[in-house]
């Protein structure tokens, strides 16, 4: 139950700084939304360059005492702005204010997560990752996928019963595809001893 609790508040914890950090810094990077119906950061007012940039590694801002490094708030800043703006330094105080509210509200997520989620849990997210990314690696042809299709093809239904197209599931099979792969390679040299 407490686990439950656990994921759910950090759920909506995420939910709600996602939208915190997001809206003031998209609101003085972009303009209005009445305005455009596409992002447009042409209206991204970046400091003069002779401004004076800090190094990566100076701290810019504290949260509860934790520091936030400029070479952190310069990658969320890249991000935000895609790509047209890269230094905090070089931005109006009001948008830095923003960019580092947002990251302000990562860095405390953080902060609880390393006090309260227990090294059990740590561990299986790090393992999740770990796993997610190698997959994320793995190769596989067309060929291989439209096989697993077909051997698997009575599993690709609708909610009517009707068989689902490859095309429309060929994403789903390509990633199970993956996943197999994995797994083979992963148990291929594992020794597994039954007790």
Known sequence: MKKILLSTSLALALTSITAFAEDPLKNSLMPDKQEQIAPDLDALKVAAPQAASRPAD????TVDGAPIIKKDADKFLALASKGQAMDIDQLPAKQKEALIQGLAASKLI???????????IK????????AE???MKIKVDEKEV??????????FKDKEGKQLSFEKVSKYVEMQAKQKKFNDELMKNAKIVIK
């Open 110 to 120: 953080e902060i609880k997560a390393q006090k309260e989620v227990s090294e059990d």
């Open 123 to 130: 561990n299986k997210l790090a393992a999740r990752y770990w």
């Open 146 to 155: 439209k096989a697993l299709y077909e051997k698997n093809k009575s599993v």
């Open 58 to 61: 100076a701290v810019i801002a």
């Open 133 to 135: 990314q190698e997959v």
